[in-house]
């Protein structure tokens, strides 16, 4: 039982680049969620799924896009990269839309130059 | 949405009993209390929730005002495994988007 998986671990890419940030759970959980994480800051959310073939934005959807692709799989895409979006990305799920007992993923270290 | 506020940050000595405060002085009174905790370079960890009444678990209790303007997560024996930013967050458990981790508290462990 792994939890939540995210890949890749680390990304550089440069400004105007593309990437998919990739999310998989094996819980069987409904509800999956991108959050970012800023130096010394706490985690801000980006998109939220509250179950499969629905998405809504979070505080700070701007420049991202999300498919959950499955009841397992949630990507988040930057179409393209600032030095702003520069961040470690956690992806979480959970049971149901609820923010108790979400389980996150080891997160993804990006670095925008 | 309820701000919190807690204490940048902490020390605990190893095997003592740490009380972590949150004030949450805006508190609806649907809104539930959580705290998750992120040991460094890791997600965030879920640690324990509540409304009204006081609530124990493997990992910690957490002690709830009568008010509920203010709540204590209290880990009974702090272990160097503890050391972590630790948040408390009131959520009206409506919907995703009023999510919101702030700062937290960063608790150091002293052998």
């Known amino acids: 039982n792994a939890g939540v998986t995210q890949t890749p671990k680390f990304q550089v890419l440069k400004t105007g680049q593309s990437m998919t940030l990739q999310c998989a759970q094996d819980m069987n959980h409904n509800s999956m969620y991108w959050y970012r994480q800023d130096p010394g800051m706490g985690l801000r959310l980006i998109y939220y799924s509250a179950s499969e073939g629905t998405t809504d934005k979070g505080e700070v959807p701007n420049g991202y896009n999300v498919s959950r692709l499955n009841k397992r799989e949630f990507s988040l895409r930057l179409e393209s990269a600032a030095p702003s979006q520069t961040s470690v990305y956690f992806c979480?799920?959970?049971?149901?839309?609820?923010?108790?007992?979400?389980?996150f993923g080891p997160g993804t270290r990006l670095t925008v130059t | 949405d309820a701000k919190t506020t807690q204490p940048n940050s902490m020390e605990s000595n190893e095997e003592e009993p740490v009380h972590l405060p949150c004030n949450h002085s805006t508190i609806s009174g649907t809104d539930y209390i959580h705290w998750y905790r992120q040991l460094p370079s890791q997600g965030p960890e879920y640690v324990i929730h509540?409304?009204?009444s006081n609530v124990n678990n493997r990992m910690a209790s957490l002690a709830i005002a009568e008010d509920r303007k203010s709540s204590t997560l209290i880990l009974h024996r702090a272990t160097l495994r503890d050391a972590a930013v630790y948040y408390c967050?009131?959520?009206?458990?409506?919907?995703?988007?009023?999510?919101?981790f702030g700062t937290g508290t960063r608790l150091t462990v002293i052998p």
């Open positions: 979480a799920s959970s049971e149901g839309l609820a923010f108790y007992e979400q389980y």
């Open positions: 967050i009131p959520d009206g458990g409506t919907g995703a988007n009023n999510l919101f």
């Open positions: 509540g409304l009204t």
